[in-house]
C-alpha cells in the first residue's frame, strides 16, 4: 500500500540557516510527490512537485527538493531560512489508480529570528 | 489564478444538528475532495467526486455525506452532528482525472460540536 511519513512533528532553525524538512514514501512504480505549505488560520498551498526527470525540483518561495530513489525520500530544502516560512509543512503521495492522494501527518517549522 | 471558497470560516452547531459545509471552485476543475485536519493526524479524506453527481468514499465517510450538483460546487453534509466532528474541514479541487496535478485548497472551516 502507498503511503508517506514525516518523521519530525517540528523542525527549529535559526533565520539564514538552511533548512531540511524530510519526507520518505512508499509507492509502487514510479511516484508523483507534492510538497503543500500551511500558514496559520489558513488552507494549504501547493509548493513543489515531482513527476519525472530531474531529482532536483525547485519550486514556490525559494524551496526545493531532492527526489532520492534508493532512499525513498523527497526531502524539502531552502538553503536560508526566513522567519515568514514558520508553516506546517505536508508531504503527499498519489494513490495510484485512483484520485486519492496520501498526506503525511505534517511537520511544523519554527524558523526563529 | 485558482480559487477555492468555503461558505464559512468558524462554525459552532449544537450535537444532533445537520450541518451544511459548501465549497466553490472557479476553475472548471473536474476533481472535488474534502478532508478533515486534526492535530498528529494530518489530512484525511472523506470524500470526492470527479465528475457531477458522482462521488466516491475516502477513509473516513461514517457520518458525512456529500452533494455535487454543479460541476463548481461540492457539499459536505453532516447528518446529524457530534462533538467527535469537532475539526477543521478542507475543501480542495484538482484539474483532470490524474494524480500528476496539484490540489487547491480552500482557507478551511473549523467546525466546533457542542
Known amino acids: 500500500a502507498q503511503s508517506v511519513a514525516q518523521p519530525e512533528d517540528q523542525v527549529n532553525v535559526a533565520e539564514g540557516n538552511p533548512l531540511t524538512v524530510k519526507c520518505t514514501y512508499s509507492?509502487?512504480?514510479?511516484?508523483?510527490l507534492f510538497w503543500y505549505v500551511q500558514y496559520p488560520n489558513r488552507g494549504l498551498q501547493f509548493l513543489l512537485k515531482?513527476?519525472?526527470?530531474?531529482?532536483l525540483v525547485k519550486g514556490s518561495y525559494g524551496f526545493e527538493a531532492e527526489f532520492n530513489k534508493s532512499q525513498t525520500s523527497f526531502h524539502l530544502k531552502k538553503p536560508s531560512a526566513l522567519v515568514s516560512d514558520s508553516a506546517l509543512y505536508f508531504c503527499?503521495?498519489?494513490?495510484?489508480?485512483?484520485?486519492?492522494?496520501?498526506f503525511g501527518t505534517g511537520t511544523r517549522l519554527k524558523v526563529l529570528a | 489564478d485558482v480559487k477555492v471558497t468555503q461558505s464559512s470560516r468558524y462554525l459552532v452547531k449544537r450535537t444532533g444538528e445537520k450541518v451544511f459545509l459548501e465549497c466553490v471552485q472557479d476553475?472548471?476543475?473536474?476533481?472535488m475532495f474534502w478532508y478533515r485536519q486534526d492535530p498528529g493526524l494530518g489530512l484525511r479524506l472523506i470524500y470526492f467526486?470527479?465528475?457531477?453527481?458522482?462521488?466516491e468514499k475516502g477513509d473516513i465517510p461514517e457520518g458525512y455525506s456529500v452533494s455535487r450538483e454543479k460541476k463548481e460546487r461540492f457539499s459536505l453534509i453532516l447528518e446529524s452532528a457530534s462533538t467527535n466532528q469537532t475539526s477543521m474541514y478542507l475543501c480542495?479541487?484538482?484539474?483532470?482525472?490524474?494524480?500528476?496535478?496539484?490540489?487547491?485548497f480552500g482557507p478551511g472551516t473549523r467546525l466546533t460540536v457542542t
Open positions: 480542495a479541487s484538482s484539474f483532470l482525472r490524474t494524480w500528476a496535478y496539484e490540489q487547491y
Open positions: 503527499a503521495v498519489p494513490t495510484s489508480g485512483t484520485y486519492k492522494y496520501i
Open positions: 515531482y513527476i519525472t526527470g530531474d531529482n
Open positions: 476553475m472548471d476543475h473536474e476533481n
Open positions: 467526486s470527479y465528475d457531477v453527481k458522482m462521488k
Open positions: 509507492v509502487s512504480g514510479n511516484p508523483y
